[in-house]
């Protein structure tokens, strides 16, 4: 039943594979991106009883057993939670406390541990929602093995009874190649003492002979093969001392004089006998030997090949993401020089209404100058107008320059018309006091001194006028 409902749980995924899931997308790769399921609770780290299992190449200790888990709240958020980590959860460059859920939108960045000195963030992601069918190559192994092995049911062990209990009349263990075919199994290679003791040992008649082990007809190499070469060696030296110890045997027995002695002429063949096999033993030793030497040379190469290829691929990789760096930051700098272009001419043009409305204030700032001077100055003290009056005339003057005029004569300076009364007009005053704060700096100081100076002088007179009227 177990096995049904996950048959009929991946077939539902491949139906929806148009839709959208979120993953947490490994940054600079496209690979070992990890896929966040729908009402599940993920678990990373570098222990085995996780969802992902993450582990780093430089610093092993980098993610902790249980490291953090994302979880998906009922209102359909995510959030990650670090579960109490060595090196902590960093979400978009700050760090999240530990045991608390904090929320996750889509493009924040995801990293898990610290830098290292003089290198980025190892395991640094980007939670993004992408349409299943365009990420699932890219997508890290992890969950769904996880979730079969889990529906594996254990089988139980069956106890023998003590009839079924025998002794074990089995043959020694074979030495197998990683082939399954049981045609390539051999047994164990002796060690090189206790080949030498076998060797050693003494054999009659033409029975003597020295273990070899053959090689595999397949051409497949493991570890104790490629050991075994300095075993052959020694065997090859032995075989060539027993061949010169024949070799003597046989010297002395034929330069012995010649009797009708069959026992020694049986010696003598069974002698020649064993030189002939030592011979053919050795040469099949050497031929094992060049064999192994040629198989070990060839290995060598391979793996040299092989490691050329991987860098060859690592380095075209790394020329490729290169380009893309270099593509996406002329896109980027061509960007900026456009929005600097931008407001280089957003500037100009407030550069060139600025100096307009400047030349459009200092046209109105002489106008004003030029109707101050011609139609508001009085005619006495040719200044503005300092708390002007009008005459019965209609003339206007400054209150202090017309009581100095009256002194001398009592008639209009302009019209010569007897002065019969004088006003103040208040009007006239503000008009020139709110045209003046439009002047420069200069003509304002150049007014207020004599503003206070006739204060000052209006203030002299009224203390002479009450000394003379003051009573001896």
Excluded at 401 to 421: F, G, L, M, V
Aim: hydrophobic share 30%; aromatic share 4%.
């Amino acid at each position: 039943m177990e096995a049904v409902t996950t048959d009929s749980s991946a077939a539902e995924e491949d139906e929806c594979s148009d839709s959208e899931v979120l993953c947490l997308m490994r940054v600079g790769r496209n690979s070992d991106w990890l896929r966040l399921f729908d009402n599940t609770e993920i678990t990373i780290g570098r222990g085995v009883d996780v969802t992902y299992q993450l582990l780093s190449p430089t610093c092993p200790l980098m993610i902790s057993r249980l490291h953090c888990t994302f979880k998906q709240r009922e209102d359909g958020h995510w959030t990650v939670t670090d579960k109490k980590s060595l090196n902590g959860v960093w979400v978009n460059g700050n760090r999240i406390p530990v045991e608390e859920a904090h929320q996750l939108r889509l493009g924040d960045s995801i990293q898990l541990g610290v830098p290292v000195i003089g290198n980025k963030v190892e395991f640094d992601y980007i939670l993004v929602q992408r349409p299943l069918r365009d990420i699932r190559l890219n997508l890290a192994k992890g969950h769904r093995e996880g979730a079969k092995a889990a529906h594996v049911p254990k089988k139980p062990k069956r106890k023998l009874n003590a009839e079924e209990v025998e002794p074990s009349t089995s043959k020694p263990k074979l030495y197998r190649c990683s082939s399954a075919d049981k045609s390539f199994a051999q047994p164990c290679p002796l060690s090189p003492v206790k080949h030498q003791q076998r060797l050693s040992q003494p054999e009659t008649g033409p029975s003597r002979q020295v273990q070899e082990v053959d090689w595999p007809s397949d051409g497949c190499s493991t570890p104790c093969d490629l050991d075994n070469l300095q075993m052959y060696s020694q065997n090859i030296l032995m075989l060539r001392e027993q061949v010169d110890d024949t070799e003597r045997q046989v010297a002395s027995l034929g330069g012995e004089p010649q009797r009708t002695d069959p026992l020694k002429e049986e010696q003598v063949k069974e002698l020649q006998g064993q030189l002939e096999t030592l011979r053919a033993k050795m040469h099949r030793m050497e031929t094992l030997e060049r064999s192994f030497s040629e198989t070990k040379r060839q290995l060598e190469a391979q793996k040299t090949q092989q490691q050329e290829e991987l860098l060859k691929k690592q380095l075209e990789e790394a020329l490729q993401e290169q380009k893309k760096v270099i593509g996406e930051l002329a896109l980027s700098r061509q960007g900026f020089e456009e929005i600097l272009l931008a407001k280089n001419k957003e500037l100009e043009v407030t550069k060139k209404e600025k100096e307009k409305a400047r030349a459009q204030k200092e046209e109105v700032v002489t106008q004003v100058t030029e109707v101050l001077e011609n139609e508001l100055q009085c005619i006495i003290c040719s200044e503005l107008f300092i708390e002007a009056v009008i005459l019965n005339c209609a003339h206007s003057f400054c209150c202090h320059c017309i009581k100095q005029w009256r002194k001398k004569k009592d008639e209009c300076p302009i019209c010569r018309q007897a002065i019969q009364s004088q006003t103040r007009c208040l009007a006239l005053d503000n008009c020139i006091n709110s045209m003046v704060e439009n002047l420069s700096l200069d003509m304002k100081a150049r007014r207020q001194t004599l503003i206070t100076e006739r204060k000052v002088n209006r203030c002299g007179v009224r203390e002479e006028g009450e000394a003379v009227g003051r009573p001896e």
